[in-house]
């Protein structure tokens, strides 16, 4: 399941969720990421492009159960504005095993880091930038090299 | 009329379009031309190696024929989730 929204979610509520539908499964692995005071942030604002966003983010899915054994997935992701120390994504992934667990739930972190469609802006003090792809997450990427695509 | 969309820095520039093409305008490259003679800065941020042209949705490293029925969307680098 993947889920684009502009209001504010409780990561906390997807894992239940995300649990009871995945009770058969013997892993689940999941992954919040927050949006980040770097001295002074105000706020982050997200945009994407309705509809080709999502199906990017499929394709990533579709690559992730090519890799590993699945039981299910689940991916959360806000845009627009948020706040420091708000749910910016939420990814979960069920196996039932927890290697394939971990590695479809870090792959898939990998991929919306680098390769999804969404355009970050941030404002400190007033002042709002381009937030610019990182060497790191471009890094972490290439650890999946050897994925099937 | 073809549709425009812009993104990431390209939102700087311009606002969503909806414009009747040109004769000349029949791909990327002479969209791209096009709209880097209306508007003051685009070439440059198009030229950038990040940049990503979708037509109807689909990125291609290849050329694709553009119409009045499509609609083309300007990625500037992605900042990913």
């Known amino acids: 399941m993947i889920r684009i929204t502009e209001t504010a979610f409780d990561p906390a509520s997807e894992l ?9 499964a013997g ?4 992954f919040t990421g927050l949006v980040r005071d770097d001295g002074g942030t105000e706020s982050l604002t997200l945009t994407h492009y309705a509809g080709f966003t999502e199906t990017q983010i499929e394709g990533f899915v579709k690559q992730a159960e090519m890799n590993w054994a699945l039981d299910g997935c689940r991916i959360v992701h806000r845009v627009g504005e948020m706040m420091t ?20 739930c870090d792959f898939l972190m990998d991929k919306l880091k680098s390769e999804a469609p969404f355009w970050k802006q ?27 695509n | ?11 700087d520039l311009s606002s969503r379009l909806e ?9 990327k ?20 190696p990040d940049t990503r042209i979708s037509v ?19 990625m500037s680098a992605l900042s990913g989730g």
């Open chain 1, 27 to 30: 892993a689940i692995v999941s």
């Open chain 1, 122 to 148: 941030e404002t400190t003090a007033g002042r709002t930038k381009w937030i610019e792809p990182r060497l790191e997450d471009k890094a972490d990427l290439k650890r999946w090299d050897n994925a099937r």
């Open chain 2, 56 to 74: 109807n949705m689909l990125v291609s490293m290849a050329e694709v024929s553009i119409g009045n029925e499509d609609e083309i969307a300007y």
């Open chain 1, 85 to 104: 120390g708000e749910a910016i994504v939420f990814v979960a992934t069920a196996s039932a095993h927890r290697r394939a667990a971990f590695e479809a």
């Open chain 2, 29 to 48: 490259a002479s969209l791209t031309a096009y709209l880097s003679e209306k508007i003051e800065g685009f070439g440059e941020l198009a030229a950038l």
């Open chain 2, 1 to 11: 009329m073809a549709v425009i969309l812009f993104f990431g820095r390209f939102s």
């Open chain 2, 19 to 27: 414009v009747k093409l040109p004769a000349t305008v029949t791909d």
């Open chain 1, 16 to 24: 239940s969720a995300f649990h009871e539908l995945s009770s058969a």
